[in-house]
């Protein structure tokens, strides 16, 4: 069964440096997704990318996000200046496509444990 | 806006006996897709069931069910014949019908099985 993919697993990373986290969709997805989970908290959604845009963003996606399909199969979150508090675990989702009676299901990767230190 | 609430941040089953998770959402639409994930300790969520809003039969998935009651905005999952396998986080998540953008998370119980 296809899967989403992310790279790498942990990341640790120094207050102030840039990351960028990988993910790679499964396929035939359109519509591609970055969630956030701070150790112990709820899950919360970053973006969401569709056509090459983001199609929508939340309040913690700010300036220091950035997402990027580089290519046809990759899926990128860049932070350009890490803090502490970024320190979570990142999922990337993929959906095949919305709307009503189509495949609404988001398919979540394995994740990315990102520390900063 | 939508939020989803999980108010039991832990529960225990003993194995082979059936458990509820509640979970609770608030939203002004009247369609609307519901979902329970599962988080195993591998940290990667599992789709274990999804509820469309605009169908009244509960959603079953082999020894997973839910009591999906619209117009209490209840959204509680059961698993019957608890395995060992079935510890872990469970979160409920919503999302409108016509966004597929934005999915609303519950906070998660963790579910312990005892053998």
């Known amino acids: 069964e296809p899967e989403v993919t992310q790279t790498p697993s942990h990341q640790v990373t120094q207050m102030g440096q840039e990351v960028i986290l990988r993910c790679v969709p499964i396929?035939?997805?359109?519509?591609f997704y970055w969630y956030r989970q701070i150790l112990g908290q709820k899950v919360e959604f970053l973006v969401s990318f569709y056509n090459n845009e983001i199609s929508e963003k939340s309040e913690i996606f700010d300036d220091q996000f950035s997402v990027e399909r580089p290519d046809g199969s990759n899926f990128t979150l860049k932070i350009r200046s890490t803090k502490l508090e970024d320190s979570a675990m990142y999922f990337c989702?993929?959906?095949?496509?919305?709307?009503?009676?189509?495949?609404?299901?988001?398919?979540f990767g394995p994740g990315t444990r990102l520390t900063v230190t | 806006a939508q939020t989803v609430t999980q108010s039991q941040p832990e529960m225990s089953v003993q194995e082979a006996e059936t458990v509820t998770l509640s979970c609770t959402y608030d939203t002004s639409e009247s369609d609307y897709y519901l979902f329970w994930y599962k988080q195993p300790p591998s940290r990667q969520m599992i789709l274990v069931i999804r509820q469309e809003a605009y169908k009244q039969q509960n959603a079953t998935e082999n020894r997973f069910s839910v009591n999906f009651q619209k117009a209490a905005k209840s959204f509680s999952l059961k698993i019957s014949d608890s395995q060992l396998g079935d510890a872990a986080m469970y979160f409920c998540?919503?999302?409108?019908?016509?966004?597929?953008?934005?999915?609303?998370f519950g906070a998660g119980t963790r579910l312990t099985v005892k053998p």
């Open positions: 989702a993929s959906s095949e496509w919305e709307g009503t009676g189509g495949h609404y299901e988001q398919y």
């Open positions: 998540a919503y999302r409108t019908l016509y966004n597929n953008n934005d999915m609303r």
């Open positions: 396929s035939n997805h359109l519509y």
